[in-house]
């Protein structure tokens, strides 16, 4: 059975299969396009692992290949830089008003890793 969340048509899916027609050297001459399975593999996770409850992230390319997921929640900014070859990313939450930084290396193969990321957003929800 396979679950589709809310926002996989217009939002995260479609970034991400936006991300597909760049090519090495799309930044400047340098940047290294992600890999097509890497996508793959990020847009089944966010797929079914993803809580259709929770805003979707803003996501970008970066320039080493990978995916970048950022969330603002009231002073809170969230990101997590996502290693689409070792399937494991770094969170980093920043509360703008205090300086309170939280960081976390995340195995993304670990369905427990995304309920981590699901509950750490909804506490930071609350804390705005």
Not at 7 to 31: I, K, N, Q, S
Not at 43 to 67: C, K, M, Q
Not at 95 to 124: C, F, S, V
Request: hydrophobic share 35%; proline share 7%.
């Amino acid at each position: 059975m396979t679950k589709r969340t809310s926002f996989a048509e217009p939002g995260v899916l479609a970034r991400l299969d936006e991300f597909r027609t760049l090519r090495d050297g799309w930044l400047e001459g340098r940047g290294r396009a992600p890999s097509p399975p890497g996508l793959d593999w990020l847009s089944n996770a966010f797929d079914h692992r993803y809580p259709d409850d929770l805003s979707p992230p803003y996501v970008y390319p970066t320039a080493e290949g990978g995916i970048q997921a950022e969330w603002t929640f009231g002073p809170w900014e969230i990101t997590l830089e996502i290693d689409l070859d070792n399937h494991d990313g770094s969170w980093h939450a920043l509360n703008l008003e205090t300086d309170e930084q939280r960081t976390r290396e995340i195995d993304l193969d670990d369905a427990k890793a995304w309920d981590w990321i699901a509950n750490a957003i909804r506490r930071l929800c609350e804390e705005r």
